[in-house]
T-cell receptor
Framework: DTEVTQTPKHLVMGMTNKKSLKCEQH?????MYWYKQKAKKPPELMFV???????INESVPSRFSPECPNSSLLNLHLHALQPEDSALYLC?????????????FGPGTRLLVL | EDQVTQSPEALRLQEGESSSLNCSYT??????LFWYRQDPGKGPEFLFT???AGEEKEKERLKATLTKKESFLHITAPKPEDSATYLC??????????????FGQGTRLTINP
């Protein structure tokens, strides 16, 4: 089973709202990722957690705040977003045990910021 | 700097018309090349990982090959359900369990019945 789940599937929020995206995997993977994808563009890496510690932050604005409560869960807290933040937000995971690994993606959350 | 270029950007084929998608890469030491399929509004679906030149992998109508400078995704006798965007990526960075992929822009494939 290579399933990564994400909730919600769709989210509409105003620029003053606070919301959270959730990602879950039960494959025993120890690395989890957040990506942002705009229409007709490839995914762009935002954050990587490895063994529940933030390992990579691709200079993402502070209005995006990641959290890894445990090895199966990854959250992305959103606050004071801008309309240009509207995109498909993807979560992925990989084993985190060696350099020859594959990332498995979730279905994504479609975010619209009004 | 690691770079991935995919061609063509878009490809239209008739059902049953075989073709190939190209992924050219420049990377300081290949540690893995990945092919994904992505349907509109959905997350990328893993297809293949290739690690060394000469390696080939097959799945149904798809076959991926790898040389020292490029990878090809061959599609044999495609069906309309093969229509999707195909993404190629290389591993650019790995440290303590965290992996960074560099993606190409993708090839949008349309198979007409």
């Amino acid at each position: 089973d290579t399933e990564v789940t994400q909730t919600p599937k769709h989210l509409v929020m105003g620029m003053t709202n606070k919301k959270s995206l959730k990602c879950e995997q039960h494959m025993g993977h120890r690395a989890m990722y957040w990506y942002k994808q705009k229409a007709k563009k490839p995914p762009e890496l935002m954050f990587v957690y490895s063994y529940e510690k933030l390992s990579i932050n691709e200079s993402v604005p502070s209005r995006f705040s990641p959290e890894c409560p445990n090895s199966s869960l990854l959250n992305l807290h959103l606050h004071a977003l801008q309309p240009e933040d509207s995109a498909l937000y993807l979560c992925a995971s990989s084993q985190g045990r060696g350099s020859k690994e594959t990332q498995y993606f979730g279905p994504g959350t479609r975010l619209l910021v009004l | 700097e690691d770079q991935v270029t995919q061609s063509p950007e878009a490809l239209r084929l008739q059902e049953g018309e075989s073709s190939s998608l190209n992924c050219s890469y420049t990377v300081s030491g290949l540690r893995g090349l990945f092919w994904y399929r992505q349907d509109p509004g959905k997350g990328p679906e893993f297809l293949f990982t290739l690690y060394s030149a000469g390696e080939e992998k097959e799945k149904e109508r798809l076959k991926a090959t790898l040389t020292k400078k490029e990878s090809f995704l061959h599609i044999t006798a495609p069906k309309p359900e093969d229509s999707a965007t195909y993404l190629c990526a290389v591993q650019a960075y790995y440290r303590e369990g965290a992996q960074k992929l560099v993606f190409g822009q993708g090839t949008r494939l349309t198979i007409n019945p």
